[in-house]
Structures are given as C-alpha cells and as structure tokens.
C-alpha cells in the first residue's frame, strides 16, 4: 500500500543533542511538508519541499533543519538549538504542485525532552 | 497568507447532522477550500476540497456560499468515529505552503 511512513514513534532527546525524525514516502508525490503540534494546537509548518534538492522555511524554521536528496525521502532534524522540542511532528506530501491537491499526512513522531 | 476562522469546539447528537462552519473573508479567487479531520493522536486525513460549487463525496459535504467568504462542512449523519478535530484551510495560488489553523474539536453525544 501506499502511504507515508514515519519513524520513530516515539523518540526521546537528550539535552543538547541533535535528533533526526524520518519520514518516507512511496507515493512519488513532489512536495514534501513537516509540521510541528503542540498539545491542544493547530499545525505548525516548520519547512516544505517542492522538489528535491530544495527546500524552504515555514513559519518556526528555527531549531530545525532538512535536506530532500530523494524524492521520497524528508528527514527533519531537530537540533540543540531548538529549546522546546517536545512536541507530535507530521509529515505530509502532496502529488503535485497544483493548489487542488490534498495532503496526505504521516502517523506522525511523539518527541519529547528527557 | 489567506486566514480561515472556526469555532474551537461544537458538540453533536449521534445520528443526526453535523454543520461545520469556516469564516475565510480574504479569500482570493483561486483558493481552494480544503478540510481535514485528525483523530488523536494521529495525522490528519482528508475530507473534502472545493473552489467556489458545493461538493459531495462519500465522508461528507461541502457548502460554499455565493461570495465564497465562507463555508460549511456537512456530516450528514454524525456518528462516534466523527469525533474528530476538523480543520478549514485555503489552498492558496502561487505558494505551496499549506497553513493550518486550530480547528473545530467535534464532540459526539451517543
């Protein structure tokens, strides 16, 4: 089936130390998205992707990094710069860059400050 | 970007309908109306999408009003598995960032 999968489920950070979130899509969709939610929030868009090897930022990019160097493939990785990393990251991607496409969404990664 | 806004929380009986409304008054003319559902502790799916004719498909309905200022999310028969926070977002032309809201927390009442 196809889908987008992201791991870990859950993930505990160290203080000061760079995590890596994976997320992986075979549904060769271009654009590529990763949002942050906190308790009782809304989605945050933190950075997206419309094609590989390039990359822009959301609205709370700092603390955080990407790289798209395949199609399918969009890691996030929260870095000790983020002072409040605890929080349920969503990936999504979306087939093409036509506005009319839906999102289709990860399971997403609990990730919390230990 | 284009805004939408939503009441934070309504409740429904089961089985009877459900009228999910979306306020988007600075909405241009070539954005799409999209609304996801996300259960807890999940990631959202897809409901329904429309630019300016209402629309139906097999989850559920989608109302938009004339001057497309606002619209309406209809679940035609509410049951316990609707319960769901339902986001209204705009697709919005020429930029590929999709924003969301903090949506409608949708309480069923057995």
């Known amino acids: 089936d196809g889908g987008i999968t992201q791991s870990p489920k859950y993930l505990f950070r160290k203080e000061g130390q760079n995590v890596t979130l994976s997320c992986e899509q075979n549904?060769?969709?271009?654009?590529m998205y990763w949002y942050r939610q906190d308790p009782g929030q809304g989605l945050r868009l933190i950075y997206y992707s419309q094609i590989v090897n390039d990359f822009q930022k959301g609205d709370i990019a700092e603390g955080y990094s990407v790289s798209r160097e395949k199609k399918e493939s969009f890691p996030l990785t929260v870095t000790s710069a983020q002072k409040n990393p605890t929080a349920f990251y969503l990936c999504?991607?979306?087939?093409?860059?036509?506005?009319?496409?839906?999102?289709?969404f990860g399971s997403g990664t609990q990730l919390s400050v230990l | 970007d284009a805004k939408t806004t939503q009441p934070n929380s309504m409740e429904s009986n089961e089985e009877e309908p459900v009228h999910l409304p979306c306020n988007h008054s600075t909405i241009s003319g070539t954005d799409y109306i999209h609304w996801y559902r996300q259960l807890p502790s999940q990631g959202p799916e897809y409901v329904i999408h429309g630019l300016t004719s209402n629309v139906n498909n097999r989850m559920a309905s989608l109302a938009i009003a004339e001057d497309r200022k606002s619209s309406t999310l209809i679940l035609h028969r509410a049951t316990l598995r609707d319960a769901a926070v339902y986001y209204c977002i705009l697709s919005t032309g020429g930029y590929q960032k999709v924003t969301f809201g903090t949506g409608t927390k949708l309480q069923v009442i057995p």
């Open positions: 999504a991607s979306r087939r093409t860059l036509e506005i009319r496409e839906k999102l289709f």
């Open positions: 549904l060769n969709h271009d654009a």
